[in-house]
């Protein structure tokens, strides 16, 4: 089948701002009153003091709550169960939240009815139950639910707690993007550029995605910029690639302030001017984030910068998160004590992390580690395995290093005629030393 419909949303409960929440609770005036002491204009509260002053009407309301919700009122059923989820005024109780919710679900709550589904389908405060879950949805959608529409559909093209039926998703997908709810006017967009459930229409799929984007839906936003570069569904515009990801930049979406930046570290002609400091400034942005691909982008800035310290940080970031570039970098870093201090040992462990991602300078500086005992033991026939798997990928210095092996016989047996043919290879790459060994082979 195709694509499956994306991940899974869960519908918060809309809790009330604080003000408002008080006032409906009738308590907005419950802490009234100075002590003697707190009357003293000198006097400053201590952080416990105020941490208890504040938590105090968050109390009330919450037992302000549970006594309507265990009347039986639906609707403060819902918002007693949001206060457990939340931990507001009160422990973080799933199990509890799950209660309430079945207590208003089993009333006909609509919010309740979706929220409960949705709990036994990811087993939050309940046991797992797929089956009953998507009943529970499926009330909740036939009552117009849209956040339950949507999901009824998703389970319906998943097959998630009920027979996989794509058509049937589709439709229940199309009546929540027809009552405007962003993520289903994403997924029924999908459905229509990919074919799933309804006849493939990818002028159609892009409206729906840009019906999203333009209710502010990041998600969308960047998939209308996926649309507008590469023509699907719509002209290909670049300019409106461009503003559809700058938009999800400046909401704070990762991927789209990396890309942003990348427009603005290579500049886009009359689009993006080339301006290396705000790129600068949105890959910190996204590196901030603890996006990988941002840290790594962000610590190059820095190194261009010569600022090596900010330069090795971030590197070591995308390196702990597993980036194979940024594993490769901070290797050198800690190789060379760029920003760092000199630590072969540590050098030749995250070289073999990226080496072991494919990453051909990984294999190459991993096979000089264990050619010469730099932060491991000489291990030559480690080193040619990994020079053969960079040139096996077309590098031209594995090209060459490995016919080196093979022409001197270590690590691997000697055979000049095999050699040649790698050095051969390599100088067609370009390679200088390769080039000059071959030319001086024939002279």
Known sequence: MNTKLINRLRCKVLYLAYPSLFVAAGIGTCYSG????????????????????????????????????DEGYPNDCVQYAGILERGI?????????????????????????????????????????PVDGAEYIRLAAEGGHAVAQ??????????????????????????????GYAAAQIDYGNCLLGGIGVEQNKTEGAKYIKLAA????????????????????IPVDPAEGVRYIKLAADQG??????????YCNIGLKNIVPLDTDLAREYYKKAADQGDPNGQWCYGTCCKMRNDVTAAAEYYKR????????????????CELGRGVPVDTQ??????????????????????????????????????????????????????????????????????????????????????????????????
């Not at 000198?42 to 105020?50: H, I």
């Not at 036994?120 to 309940?126: A, D, K, P, Q, R």
């Not at 979406?253 to 990348?262: D, H, K």
């Not at 798997?389 to 031209?396: K, L, N, R, T, V």
Request: charged share 20%; glycine share 12%.
């Open 89 to 129: 005024g009160v422990p973080i109780d799933l199990a509890g939240a799950a209660d309430y919710y079945k207590l208003a679900a089993d009333q006909g709550n609509l919010f309740a009815l979706y929220n409960y589904g949705q709990s036994l389908i990811e087993g939050i405060g309940v046991d797992v139950d």
């Open 318 to 333: 995308a390196a702990d998160q597993g980036h194979d570039n940024g594993q490769f970098d901070y290797g050198l870093c």
């Open 150 to 179: 949507n999901s009824y559909g998703r389970c319906l093209v998943n097959g998630i707690g009920v027979n996989e039926d794509p058509v049937e998703g589709a439709r229940y997908i199309k009546l929540a993007a027809d009552q």
């Open 214 to 233: 333009d209710q502010g839906d990041e998600i969308a936003q960047l998939k209308y910029a996926q649309c507008s570069w590469q023509g699907i569904g």
């Open 346 to 443: 540590l050098a030749a462990e995250h070289y073999k992390k990226a080496a072991d991602q494919g990453h051909t300078r990984g294999q190459i500086n991993y096979a000089h580690c264990c050619e010469l005992g730099i932060g491991v033991p000489i291990d030559l026939a480690l080193a040619v395995r990994y020079c053969k798997m960079a040139a096996d990928q077309g590098d031209p210095t594995g090209m060459y290093c490995y016919a080196r092996f093979l022409e001197s016989g270590s690590g691997i047996t000697a055979d000049p005629g095999e050699a040649a043919s790698w050095y051969l290879r390599a100088a067609n790459a370009g390679h200088k030393g390769a080039i000059d060994k071959v030319q001086g082979a024939s002279s």
């Open 34 to 69: 100075e002590s003697p002491v707190i009357a003293k204009r000198d006097y400053q509260p201590t952080q416990q003091e105020q941490q208890e002053a504040d938590l105090r009407p968050l109390v009330q309301a919450a037992a302000f709550y549970k006594s309507r919700a």
């Open 253 to 262: 979406n990762a991927q789209g302030q990396l890309c942003y930046g990348t």
